[in-house]
């Protein structure tokens, strides 16, 4: 099993839309950042966390082929504007693709993108179906899962995932309840939101990040949901060993 991050980029990405890589050199190709997605990936089924409106490019550079699920972490557009792009996957397939969010999320999807899971005509059938996100979502092997977790994020909810014990995947947070870090403790991979230096609302910065990582000691950490002022060369040199910021088309074996 891998985890693949397939954008580690904040709201924008990096560069932004008109070309801005505040302090990113646009010379290292690390600091190239699409809009944060992830894939786990079976040896029979893939499962998508978010659709980041840079998911075709993701899905091109990975020549992903097929889309068994879709998890979705909340319902902010930088996490659900690529939802168009799934289709592809419902015209070889012709069955829906089962989408998973929690209820505020869903709201907000079958508001925004109704067409998607309401049948219309013959021509443009539904193509996803929208299910309540469960605690555990389990693989088609039976043997693994996948655990979501709500967290606070700004002023909305959001899911992060535990996937088989090993990973957690945070990629917008700004409060995790004290309730849940016996679930995130000592794990073998911890990817956590760290938009910038400063204090933001709705994300964790730097140091925030690094606080949360020493009190739950994974063996290996990764930041993501990175914004241009977050150089990777600078901000890797800031960094304890076993912690470094993630890039696009990082993969993790499980």
């Known amino acids: 099993m891998k985890f693949v991050i397939l954008?580690?980029?904040?709201s924008m990405g990096v560069p932004r839309?008109?070309?801005?890589?505040?302090?990113?050199?646009p010379k290292n190709k690390k600091n190239y950042r699409t809009r944060c997605s992830a894939l786990v990936k079976t040896n029979n089924e893939n499962i998508l966390i978010d659709t980041s409106p840079d998911l075709?490019?993701?899905?091109?550079?990975?020549?992903?082929?097929k889309i068994n699920k879709v998890l979705y972490s909340h319902m902010h557009g930088d996490q659900t504007h690529g939802i168009n792009d799934l289709r592809s996957f419902y015209i070889?397939?012709?069955?829906?693709?089962?989408v998973y969010a929690?209820?505020?999320?869903?709201?907000?999807?079958k508001e925004t993108f109704s067409y998607i899971f309401k049948s219309y005509s013959k021509e443009y059938p539904a193509t996803l179906k929208l299910n309540n996100l469960p605690k555990n979502i389990y693989l088609k092997n039976k043997r693994n899962k996948i655990k979501s977790i709500l967290v606070e994020h700004g002023k909305v909810k959001s899911n992060c995932f535990i996937i088989d014990k090993k990973l957690a995947y945070i990629s917008d947070v700004s409060k995790i309840y004290s309730k849940d870090f016996k679930d995130f403790k000592n794990l073998k991979y911890l990817i956590i939101d760290c938009l910038w230096y400063n204090y933001?609302?709705?994300?964790?910065?730097?140091e925030t990040s690094l606080t949360i990582i020493n009190k739950f000691k994974p063996k290996k950490a990764y930041l993501t949901n990175l914004s241009p002022v977050l150089d990777y060369k600078i901000l890797k040199k800031k960094l304890p060993k076993n912690v470094a910021p993630a890039y696009d088309g990082l993969t993790i074996s499980l």
Do not use: A, E, V
């Not at 954008?7 to 904040?10: A, K």
């Not at 075709?56 to 082929?65: F, N, V, Y």
């Not at 929690?102 to 999807?109: G, I, R, V």
């Open 56 to 65: 075709r490019q993701q899905l091109l550079r990975h020549k992903i082929k």
């Open 102 to 109: 929690d209820k505020h999320t869903s709201k907000y999807l």
């Open 92 to 98: 070889n397939s012709k069955k829906q693709i089962n």
């Open 17 to 25: 839309p008109d070309g801005h890589f505040g302090n990113c050199d």
């Open 7 to 10: 954008g580690c980029g904040s």
């Open 200 to 206: 933001h609302p709705s994300h964790f910065n730097l």
